[in-house]
């Protein structure tokens, strides 16, 4: 007995089942999700019937002729607008939501990064943070820096520049921005 693959809509539910995503991320996964089924469903008919064949360069069926059936650009419009339909529909329902999404982003990355690596990570989903969390996240920088860097490095002051140069370096990398790192260093007996 063959398995069904699952519905666009079931899929969508279970990746947000997993976690909160954006809508940008769950649509290029779902896009991508949509063009399998399609590519597959194209090669499962073209195998069905003994003279056509599949571009799988460019995921067109071909007849015997090797000309691609018309479609390549209806196609991938058709399957965009299933997905923003679908997306529409989720957001519609509660399922998607974005406002959720930056609040569990915030909550899972504070105790590691800064202010500055959390709103470079929602730009890339295309969000920002409201100014309420921006402000909650800066009172709270220095404390959530402090003990990233107690964590790496330990309680101990390091001596040596090269030591120091690490330390700025890695706390520079993890977001929080360079006059936290200098006060923070500073305050730790790190920089002299």
């Known amino acids: 007995m063959v398995r069904q693959p699952l519905s666009l809509k079931a899929r969508a ?3 947000l089942a997993q976690r909160e995503h954006s809508r940008l991320e769950l649509r290029r996964k779902l896009l ?3 063009r399998r089924q399609r590519a597959a469903a194209a090669v499962g008919a073209a195998g069905s019937a003994a003279q056509e064949g599949f571009d799988e360069a460019h995921g067109d069926v071909l007849d015997a002729s090797g000309a691609a059936h018309a479609g390549g650009a ?3 419009e058709a399957v965009e607008a299933t997905v923003d339909a679908l997306l ?4 519609a329902g509660g399922y998607l939501n974005e406002t959720r999404f930056v609040e569990s982003r915030v909550h899972q990355r504070a105790s590691r990064f800064g202010v500055q690596r959390i709103q470079q ?3 890339q989903h295309g969000l920002k943070l409201d100014a309420e969390q921006q402000d909650a996240l800066r009172a709270s920088e220095l404390e959530r820096a402090r003990e990233v860097w107690l964590k790496r490095f330990g309680p101990e002051p390091a001596r040596e520049p090269t030591e ?3 330390q700025t370096r890695f706390l520079l990398a993890r977001g929080f921005s360079p006059d936290l790192v200098r006060r923070l260093l500073r305050a730790q ?3 002299d």
């Open 13 to 15: 539910i279970a990746l």
């Open 32 to 34: 991508t999700i949509e």
């Open 74 to 76: 209806d196609a991938a």
């Open 88 to 91: 529409d529909s989720l957001a």
């Open 121 to 123: 990570e929602l730009a």
């Open 164 to 166: 120091q140069a690490r």
């Open 189 to 191: 007996g790190s920089l």
